[in-house]
């Protein structure tokens, strides 16, 4: 229990404070696993031009919340360009009652320049090396939420759903291969509308440990999926539900509220959760 909660909590969706000027999506998740509560996340997403800033956070509730105190916050910067973003900056930080650990990360042009992990990963003999190849063409784990739609294609053309998105965590390089499965049509406050529904797959790169159980489940894993809502404004799609089989059950995070401030409005300043601008200065790509 005390893995996948913590594996939960750092899916702390991520970000700064608010842009002065913003379009600014903000969506509260409902986190269960095996069909028991789990814990809630709060994410808060700004646009200005080609920039995003994001924030959030995520708490475990309940019994969860009793026998690991897990709690996690997380930011994410960048522009948006293309179909995958640039990320400038990430930062995440996750808790338990026993221990904690924060990641920082400075990234330029798709390549990470700086990692910093505190504390740093034990080694491990199974631990698959990161080479550089690895940290070039990359998204930091909260910027890869951002799916920009396809030029020639609306919001909810089934090819938005097929893409490679290549991730970068500070400490391991995955992939996550999504296909279209279908379209649905949901409902959920503040939203009402089409979703497309992405297959999803986990493909390991390097950093992970490839003995580990739970690393072969999750590459042998069929039973993933992403639900993907439009916006308009910055022209992509965002989740709205997420579904991961577990070696223990399902885990699902649903969105319980949906809202999207519109162009031009001044977003609500708030807290800096993890300064990654601050803590990273980008030096030369490792």
Same mark, same amino acid.
């Given at each position: 229990?005390?893995l996948?909660?913590?594996?939960f909590? @750092?899916?702390?969706f991520?970000? !700064?404070?608010?842009?002065a000027?913003a379009? @600014?999506?903000?969506v509260?998740y409902?986190?269960?696993l095996?069909g028991?509560p789990l814990g %809630?996340a709060?994410?808060?997403?700004? !646009?200005?031009?080609s920039?995003?800033?994001?924030?959030?956070?995520a708490k475990?509730?309940?019994?969860a919340?009793?026998?690991?105190?897990?709690r996690?916050e997380?930011?994410?910067? =960048?522009?948006l360009? =293309?179909?995958t973003p640039?990320?400038?900056?990430f930062?995440?930080?996750?808790?338990?009652?026993d221990?904690?650990?924060?990641?920082?990360?400075?990234?330029?042009s798709?390549?990470?320049?700086?990692?910093?992990?505190d504390p740093?990963?034990?080694p491990?003999?199974?631990?698959?090396?990161v080479k550089?190849?690895?940290?070039r &063409?990359v998204?930091?784990?909260?910027?890869?939420?951002?799916?920009?739609?396809l030029?020639a294609?609306s919001?909810?053309?089934?090819?938005?759903?097929d893409?490679?998105?290549?991730?970068f965590d500070g400490?391991?390089?995955?992939?996550?291969v999504?296909?279209?499965?279908?379209t649905? %049509?949901?409902?959920?406050? &503040?939203?009402?509308g089409?979703?497309l529904?992405?297959?999803?797959?986990?493909v390991p790169i390097?950093g992970?440990?490839s003995?580990r159980?739970?690393?072969? !489940?999750?590459?042998e894993n069929?039973?993933m999926?992403?639900?993907?809502?439009?916006?308009?404004?910055?022209?992509l799609?965002f989740?709205?539900?997420v579904?991961?089989?577990?070696?223990? &059950?399902?885990?699902?995070m649903?969105?319980?509220a949906?809202?999207l401030?519109?162009?031009? %409005?001044?977003a609500v300043p708030t807290? %800096?959760?993890?300064?990654?601008d601050?803590?990273?200065?980008?030096?030369?790509?490792q």
């Amino acid at each position: 229990m005390r893995l996948i909660a913590s594996a939960f909590v @750092t899916l702390a969706f991520a970000g !700064f404070g608010s842009l002065a000027q913003a379009e @600014t999506l903000r969506v509260s998740y409902d986190i269960s696993l095996a069909g028991l509560p789990l814990g %809630k996340a709060d994410l808060s997403s700004s !646009f200005a031009g080609s920039k995003y800033e994001m924030e959030g956070k995520a708490k475990l509730t309940g019994l969860a919340m009793v026998l690991t105190g897990g709690r996690g916050e997380a930011s994410a910067s =960048g522009t948006l360009a =293309g179909s995958t973003p640039q990320s400038t900056a990430f930062a995440v930080l996750s808790k338990t009652s026993d221990n904690q650990r924060s990641v920082r990360m400075g990234l330029r042009s798709g390549r990470v320049a700086k990692v910093e992990i505190d504390p740093p990963l034990e080694p491990k003999p199974d631990r698959v090396p990161v080479k550089a190849a690895d940290k070039r &063409g990359v998204v930091d784990p909260m910027s890869a939420l951002l799916m920009p739609a396809l030029d020639a294609k609306s919001l909810t053309d089934p090819a938005n759903c097929d893409r490679t998105i290549p991730v970068f965590d500070g400490a391991s390089r995955l992939d996550v291969v999504l296909s279209y499965g279908e379209t649905k %049509k949901v409902e959920v406050p &503040g939203y009402s509308g089409p979703v497309l529904v992405c297959n999803a797959r986990y493909v390991p790169i390097s950093g992970h440990r490839s003995e580990r159980p739970a690393t072969k !489940f999750m590459q042998e894993n069929r039973d993933m999926s992403v639900w993907l809502a439009p916006v308009e404004g910055p022209r992509l799609l965002f989740p709205l539900k997420v579904s991961v089989r577990t070696m223990i &059950g399902m885990g699902e995070m649903q969105a319980s509220a949906w809202s999207l401030e519109g162009d031009g %409005k001044a977003a609500v300043p708030t807290r %800096k959760a993890v300064r990654a601008d601050e803590a990273i200065q980008a030096g030369a790509v490792q």
